[in-house]
């Protein structure tokens, strides 16, 4: 009788995780050999697959650097990729499972957050100094998740090859060493060179790290996979650890991104359908772009994202997003344009709206007395609204999940969250735009073509994504459930991964990983807690 391939990579999953690593660990990582090889996409897959068969899943990454960031639910912040991954496993995203994340606001420095909390922000150097002290916090959270649940899928970042990042290696092999868990290594293909991507990264590891590397995954291929096979038989031989995976190449997956925005942001209009067209420029310093895309996967938006020294097209809908530097950021809209842009597109009746960032820049001034974001000082805003916005510190960031209505006709509900630092002010602010348990936040101009808010994810209810939309002009605005599109595009990807995932070579390896205690490793971490 043939084996149905959507049920046996789950058996083998569910094998490994019964019989354990080493200690009956129940840890497993996935790697990259580069940034953006699927690593986020691999885990988010493994734990629906493992969900799907009554598994308690939890995923978790110890070390972020993301401008995509969501709130949890003990009011928090993580990495998007990881809040995504736990509606893969059918929980509520928790600080634990990215106990640290960096949340780039300049080239050179980072706003550091341990445990959901901004601790300030750091250059390069200096974060490297303060590394050793993170992984206690690391592995308590990984501690805390292990005993909670009966597997943690764990997501590296960027390479474990990077030479220069190697000394106190939090996010790939210093972690997998700590809690000596296997590691699946990932690369992706369709960029080419996956062949030197995969032994060049195993040819970079110490010993001990290629010993716990378990199996190797090729991801998005185009073509006959039998036209690889030759390539997949000598990687195989030279390196001495089988390919769990080939992966497909999928057209018009949508997972929640983390950070770059790719060619999945050109969107293909429904045939006939009439267009609203809506522009983002894409900031230096971008945040949270995952606002828009119920936009994106909307049958009647054009959204088309501006990028630098690109020419501005015409539009119904301005959006300015949120921003992690909002005065950088304010400077480089001018210099690329957009200051008499939006007056000719304001004056002629077009609508626009400013999230978070995107608000304070519409005012006349923003302020950064402290430097929370770079060098302290004052910026001209767009001066369409009558507000300025002062920057606070780490302390008064604002985190929380919430409920409300818009003020447009129908009040229509809204969930959402907030996650800033700025208070602004000024006659503008009257005529609210959000009404949020008894709250007022963000504004309508006295004209009605100008909608600004603190609130993320305003466009993710159906209802609210409709008014929003006929506000700006689209007629019928057709709803969209997003919260179901999002489940529906996890379990697509998940099915992908069960029909083309073969682990079952890999199960008696996974039994004998436990030579890896041999090999010199301490099993005794506590001095790691001890830094």
């Known amino acids: 009788m043939p084996v149905d391939s ?67 639910i003990d009011g928090g912040e993580i990495g998007r990729a990881q ?15 990215n106990p640290v994340l960096l949340k780039p606001n300049s080239d ?26 993170l992984m206690q916090p690391i592995l308590a959270a990984h501690a805390r998740l292990a005993e909670q649940y009966d597997v943690v899928i764990v997501e590296g970042a960027g390479s474990p090859a990077e030479i220069n990042l190697r000394e106190g290696d939090l996010a790939n092999m210093g972690f997998a060493e700590a809690v000596d868990c296997p590691v699946v290594l990932v690369a992706d293909i369709d960029r080419g060179g996956v062949f030197a991507h995969l032994v060049g ?85 971008i945040s949270n772009h995952t606002d828009f895309d119920p936009l994106l996967l909307h049958p009647q938006v054009d959204l088309h994202f ?21 005065r950088s950021d304010l400077s480089w809209l001018i210099e690329n344009g957009w200051q008499p842009y939006l007056d000719k ?5 077009g609508k626009v709206i400013g999230v978070c960032g995107g608000l304070q820049m519409l005012g006349k001034r923003v302020h950064d007395p402290d430097g929370s974001e770079g060098r302290p000082g004052s910026s ?13 510190g780490k302390a008064d960031k604002r985190l929380r999940r919430v409920e409300g209505a818009l003020n447009l006709p129908g009040k229509p509900a809204c969930i959402g969250y907030e996650i800033h630092s700025g208070d602004t002010r000024g006659a503008a602010m009257q005529n609210f735009s959000v009404e949020i348990n008894g709250r007022r936040d963000g504004t309508i ?23 929003l939309l006929e506000w700006a002009g689209l007629e019928d605005a057709v709803e969209i459930d997003y919260v179901a599109e999002r489940e529906k595009h996890i379990d697509q990807w998940a099915d992908v991964v069960a029909r083309h995932m073969d682990i079952s070579s890999l199960l008696e390896q996974f039994d004998d990983n436990s030579a890896l205690a041999t090999q010199g490793r301490s099993t005794d971490n506590t001095h790691l807690l001890a830094n």
């Open 345 to 349: 597109h304001l004056r002629y009746g």
């Open 83 to 97: 809040a995504v991954q736990a509606q893969a496993c059918g929980i509520e995203p928790h600080t634990d499972m």
């Open 108 to 133: 050179t420095g980072s706003q550091v957050i341990v445990n959901g909390r901004a601790t300030g922000n750091m250059d390069a150097r200096a974060f490297h100094a303060f590394k050793p002290k």
């Open 201 to 285: 990264t195993l040819e970079l590891l110490s010993d001990s790290e290629r010993a716990r590397v378990c199996a190797l995954v090729i991801n998005r291929f185009r073509g006959d996979v039998s036209i690889l096979q030759p390539g997949i038989d000598w990687l195989e031989a030279r390196t001495g650890i089988p390919v769990l995976a080939v992966l497909p190449f999928v057209e018009g997956l949508h997972l929640e991104a983390e950070d770059g925005l790719s060619g999945k942001f050109d969107h293909v209009q429904e045939s006939g359908a009439k267009s609203l067209r809506v522009v983002v420029p894409k900031l230096p310093r």
């Open 445 to 467: 101009s006295d004209d009605g073509n100008i909608l600004g808010t603190y609130l993320h994810g305003i466009f993710d209810q159906r209802d609210a994504c409709a008014a």
């Open 306 to 326: 501006v990028r630098t020294n690109e020419a501005i097209p015409p539009s119904d809908l301005v959006i300015l997003p949120g921003s992690k530097s909002t």
């Open 380 to 392: 001209d805003g767009f001066g369409v609204l009558d507000c300025e916005t002062t920057l606070l």
């Open 6 to 72: 959507t049920i046996l990579p789950l058996k083998f999953i569910a094998n490994f995780f019964t019989h354990g690593y080493r200690n009956h660990m129940t840890t497993l990582m996935i790697q990259g050999a580069t940034s953006d090889a699927g690593k986020s996409a691999l885990a988010t897959a493994i734990c629906r697959l493992l969900r799907r068969r009554g598994t308690r899943v939890a995923p978790f990454k110890p070390q972020n650097m993301a401008l995509n960031s969501a709130v949890t």
